[in-house]
C-alpha cells in the first residue's frame, strides 16, 4: 500500500515544510506543536544517539546479524521465492499461512491461529528460558498479494515480510537464549494490507499487540529512507463508508407498489458531487456502487453505495462524514427507503519517532545498504492504519529491493531475483540490529519510550487545534 502513493507523497513533502501537515489551516493548528516536537528532537538528538547506538554492542550484535544471513541463505530465502510463486490476496492466504505457521512451528514458535476472529491472522509467540521478565519485541508480517486482473500477484513484495521477520526474530532468540536475557519475541501476522477492512485496527482492538513493547516490520521498496518524526499518513485520513438502502420490491409494470432503492441510491451519488463545492480543495471522496438490483423488471429493493472519503487530517474527514451521512439520510427520506451506514475501515495519522527512524537508517549506511535516500521523508507512522503506531512505538524497514514502480509486475518478478534477494536480507539484518539494541541498551529504550509518550500527548494537542480552528465552518450544518 505505501510504495504506491509515493510520487503523491513526494508532491505533499514538496508543499508541508514542517510535521506531516498538508493545509494552511493544518499548519496553524500544528505550529505550538512543532516546535515541541523540535525541542523534544533537539533534546534527543536521534542522529547522534543512533550513530553512538548503532557503534556499539561488537561481538554479540555481530553474530546475531551473522546469524540473520545464515538462515537467510539456508531457508528462508526459499521461504520467500515460494510464497512469490504462489500468491494470495486479502484475507484468502490460507495456504500461505498454514506454510508459516508449520515454519514458526520448526523454528521453535508457538503459533496461535485465527486471532482477533480473523482467519489468516496469527500470533506467534518465543519465551526465552531466562523467563519472560523483560521486554517483548514484536514483529508484523504482511503476506498478502495484490488482485490482478488476470490473477493475484505479489507486486507489493510482501512474499518477502515473514521470512525477513523470522529471519531477525529467530536470530534475537538464539541470542536471548545464549545469553540468558528475559524477555519474548512475537511475530504478529496481519492478514489484507491491501484491502480493508484494516486487520490491523481489528487486532489492535482485540488487544493482539497489547504486550509488545516495540513493532518492526518491513516493506519492499524504491529507495532506502528515512521519516522525519511526528504525526502523518500515507495516503490521507481515510473512512471506508458503506450505504446500504433498503425498499420494497415490486413488478416493473406495477413500479408504485414499491419502495426503490436504485433510486435512492443515485440521488445520494448525485448529491455527494454537489457536496464536492462546499468541501476544502484537498477532499478526495470516490465511489461505486456495486449493488444497483438484480433485474429490470423487478423494482430493486436493495442498492449499495460504498465510498472512500479522505482528507489529510481526521478532524476536517469527521466533518466530511458527517455531511455525506446527511445527504445519504436525505436521499432515504425522499424515496421512501430506509439506509444503514457502516463505517468499515478506518485509516489515520500514525507517529514516526526520529529515534528509531534514525537508527534503522545508521544500520543501512553502515551495512551499505543500496539506493540511500539522504532526505528525510514526511512521517508517516510505521504501518498502514496509523492506530497502532499511536499506541507502540516502532519502526518500518524498507532497504531498496526493486527500481520498477509500486505493484507493478516488474516488482513481484524482482522480489524472486538478486535485486529483491539483496534488499530482503539487508531488511532482516536492520531488523535484527535495531531490535538488539531495543533489548539491550537501557538507555535507548527509555529515549525510544519517551519520544513515544511525548508525541502522543502532542498529537493530542494537535486535534484539540484542529477542532478549535475548524469550529466554525464545521459547526454550520
Ligand atoms: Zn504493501
Redesign the pocket.
Known sequence: ???SALPFLVILAAVAPVGGQTTPTERAAAAPVVAAIEALEADIQPARLAARVAGRGGAAKQSVIQAVESIWYDRLLALSDHIGRNPEHGFEEFQTVDTLSKVLDALGFEVEMGVAGLETAFEATWTSPAGADGPTLGIIV?YDALRGTTEDYHG???NAQSPVGFAAAVALAEHMESHGRAGTVKIYGTPA??MGPPAKVIMHRAGVFDEADILIRS??SGETGRNRPGFGVCCLNINMVRYVFTGRPAHQRQSWAGRNALSAAVQFYTAVDHLRPTFRPEAVVQGIIPEGGKAPNVVPDRAVVDYYIRYPDEVYLAHMDSMIANAARAAAMATGTQVEIEVYGEYRDGITLGTLEELGYAYAERMGAPGLNPEPQRPAGYEETGFVTRDIPGLSVGVFSSPAPGHSYERWEDSMKEVGHTGFLFDAKIMAAVLYDFLEDEAFREAVVREHATMKGLFGQYLAGLEAAYAQETGIY
Request: aromatic share 10%; glycine share 10%.
Open positions: 500500500m505505501y510504495r504482511e507489493c513484495q510482501h494490507e491491501e516493506h519492499g
